[in-house]
């Protein structure tokens, strides 16, 4: 069985322009979750999708985007570009989400994105 | 606000060493804790999910335990191959959805 891929692995931007993430879930998965990991703060969730509907969002400005597509795949955007956006985008997939026993999130290899 | 904290930060082990990665956790509800592997440059690797506590999981050298408040990942005899760095999350009871509140993890180097 497939895992998460996200493309692209890497991106390089420079201040003020936007950038789109794409992330494909496991096969059957119907739950994608996006998180950002830098060295200083971790890995912070950005938001969940299912169903196409934003399920939850973390505390990000709403330069961050995302959205979901029938298929589940997702697709999430930074707008204007700033340097601390730099950072490994990660893409996660469960079966439902929210419940126990479909809630295990399983990760994408993640976007490295720069900004210069 | 839900917290996650690990440690230690770092650890460094001999092989065949056997020591514990502990993560405590100040959640309003907990539904699940997981715990990840991460090596440089990827993305994290699932290991066990623990719901209640006094539940218990292994998988090869790691076993992982759970009380109300704090979670442990023991190691035991690891080998070069299991260094990486070790990531603690939580899952709280909300309305719907999952959101992962991650610890910063501990960095985790076995010397041969």
């Known amino acids: 069985k497939a895992g998460v891929t996200q493309t692209p692995r890497y991106l390089i931007k420079t201040r003020g322009q936007q950038v789109t993430l794409s992330c494909s879930p496991i096969?059957?998965?119907?739950?994608v979750s996006w998180y950002q990991q830098t060295p200083g703060q971790g890995l912070q969730f950005l938001f969940e999708y299912f169903s196409e509907t934003q399920r939850n969002k973390g505390n990000f400005p709403g330069r961050f985007s995302g959205r979901q597509f029938s298929n589940s795949r997702s697709e999430m955007n930074v707008s204007t570009l700033e340097l601390g956006d730099s950072a490994l985008y990660l893409c996660?997939?469960?079966?439902?989400?929210?419940?126990?026993?479909?809630?295990?999130?399983?990760f994408g290899p993640g976007t490295r994105l720069t900004v210069l | 606000e839900d917290q996650v904290t690990q440690s230690p930060e770092a650890l460094r082990l001999q092989e065949g060493e056997s020591s514990s990665l502990n993560c405590s956790y100040t959640v309003s509800g907990l539904r699940g804790l997981f715990w990840y592997r991460q090596d440089p440059g990827k993305g994290p690797e699932f290991l066990f999910t623990?719901?209640?506590a006094g539940e218990e999981k292994e998988k090869e050298r790691l076993k992982a335990t759970l009380t109300k408040k704090e979670s442990f990942l023991h190691i035991t005899a690891p080998k070069p191959e299991d260094s990486a760095t070790y990531l603690c999350a939580v899952q709280v009871i909300q309305t719907s959805g999952s959101r992962l509140t991650f610890g910063e993890g501990t960095q985790l180097t076995v010397n041969p």
């Open positions: 623990l719901y209640s």
């Open positions: 096969s059957g998965h119907r739950s």
């Open positions: 996660a997939s469960s079966l439902v989400g929210g419940y126990r026993d479909t809630d295990t999130q399983y």
